[in-house]
């Protein structure tokens, strides 16, 4: 059975198709979840960020530490959809753009051990916005385990071998879930009665024609996406974690 750091958990934020409108609303997710943790009282570290031609986030992986944060947010995974006029439209066009969350947990893995030769290691120097360099030196890393293809990013910290240590944390605990999550996908072809679901839209953030957030497995809606926007998130979260 695998033990998780019940205190912090892994968020991945990806854009879908869209261009420009869906990497800005991969942004305001980032955003939106980090002004929850910050409300709670957690901690929210960029672990690494990819941007598109205008300064969106194309993918982003955080690490976030607060009490029983991984319990909390392990029900945000999934597709977010945003409804609104798009301020990259110069007929002031309605647009549609969707991200996908997903939360993972850290794993404890005590017994797990990684080949060193299965592994390929890039330094590259860390850039934000617009391919800005943020960094002369390449301090950033990347981790690859060549035999499943899973690949880490790692760029919060000042020096290479800090980065490095992150990063082998965080590229364990995908190997050790992805395993986890062939042995579900074993059971559900032994047992054809359990589905797994995947990619299914769990809320949508409408600003355009009317203004609401609903999460259409609890059905709980807000008339304020501005704030839920801004990280008033604990009524979708405590309601669908009480479902």
Not at 144 to 156: K, L, R
Not at 192 to 203: L, N, Y
């Amino acid at each position: 059975m695998l033990e998780y750091e019940h205190n912090k958990a892994l968020l991945y934020i990806h854009s879908g198709a869209g261009g420009v409108d869906a990497q800005d609303w991969a942004t305001m997710l980032l955003k939106m979840y980090s002004k929850y943790a910050q409300a709670k009282g957690w901690g929210f570290t960029v672990l690494s960020q990819s941007f598109g031609e205008q300064g969106g986030t194309k993918n982003a992986a955080c690490e976030l530490s607060g009490l029983n944060a991984y319990d909390t947010l392990k029900k945000e995974s999934g597709v977010h959809r945003l409804v609104r006029i798009s301020p990259y439209s110069s007929k002031d066009l309605r647009h549609t753009s969707f991200a996908l969350v997903e939360i993972m947990p850290v794993i404890i893995a005590k017994h797990f051990q990684v080949n060193p030769q299965d592994l390929r290691v890039d330094t590259y120097r860390s850039s934000g916005p617009g391919g800005q360099n943020v960094n002369k030196l390449e301090t950033a890393v990347r981790i690859t385990h060549v035999p499943t293809g899973v690949s880490v990013a790692v760029q919060s910290e000042r020096s290479q071998s800090q980065n490095r240590e992150k990063a082998m944390q965080v590229l364990v605990s995908r190997l050790v879930k992805r395993m986890e999550d062939e042995k579900a996908k074993e059971l559900s072809e032994l047992k054809p009665q359990v589905a797994i679901e995947w990619g299914s839209q769990i809320r949508s953030y409408v600003l355009n024609p009317y203004q609401m957030v609903k999460d259409h497995r609890t059905g709980l809606k807000s008339s304020q996406p501005d704030k839920v926007l801004n990280g008033e998130l604990d009524k979708f979260i405590e309601a669908e974690l009480k479902k």
